[in-house]
């Protein structure tokens, strides 16, 4: 299974939308946007790009809470399964636990990817170059015995995505 991950897009709807596209162009079979979507906009490139979605509202999202039957949208700590897969969805890594195979998070805007305590941690960055003149994203592609994840960023006015790739034992 191969998930797409981007979080903190801030009101980029044309970086969203190249992160979507990437991702998608990947494999990406479901996309987790792990919060600070801020615009609607963001909200229906995700309906429409074909894949189930999920999106945990972040601290910049409380005006989105109108639309909450309108999209997939989700309150932070969220728990649900990627096939055989434990996961915990949340935009503040406050509610950071290890009882889950995946934790996925946003909201610091810094790229992580680390096993712990036999827990898979991640955060995809920034999708929409606030804090730093790139944009990121990741692609978790789940196997039988390991975690492949793809860490892609690209410079701001440039076309081309660099892909880091890292690779996790899995323990369940």
Request: aromatic share 8%; with cysteine.
């Amino acid at each position: 299974m191969k998930i797409g991950i981007m979080s903190d897009s801030h009101k980029k709807v044309g970086r969203s939308k190249k992160v979507i596209n990437l991702l998608k162009t990947h494999g990406a079979e479901q996309i987790i946007h792990a919060g600070d979507i801020v615009k609607e906009e963001i909200l229906e490139l995700l309906e429409k790009s074909s894949l189930p979605y999920i999106a945990v509202y972040g601290n910049n999202d409380a005006h989105l809470y109108r639309l909450n039957h309108s999209y997939n949208l989700v309150e932070e700590p969220y728990v649900f399964s990627v096939g055989d897969q434990s996961v915990t969805l949340m935009h503040h890594p406050t509610y950071i636990t290890y009882d889950k195979d995946i934790m996925i998070y946003g909201h610091t805007h810094h790229y992580d990817a680390r096993l712990e305590k036999d827990t898979l941690i991640l955060n995809p960055g920034e999708s929409c170059a606030r804090d730093k003149p790139v944009s990121e994203c990741m692609l978790l592609h789940i196997k039988p015995k390991s975690y492949e994840v793809s860490y892609f960023h690209r410079a701001l006015k440039t076309k081309r995505w660099i892909e880091k790739k890292q690779t996790f034992k899995r323990v369940s």
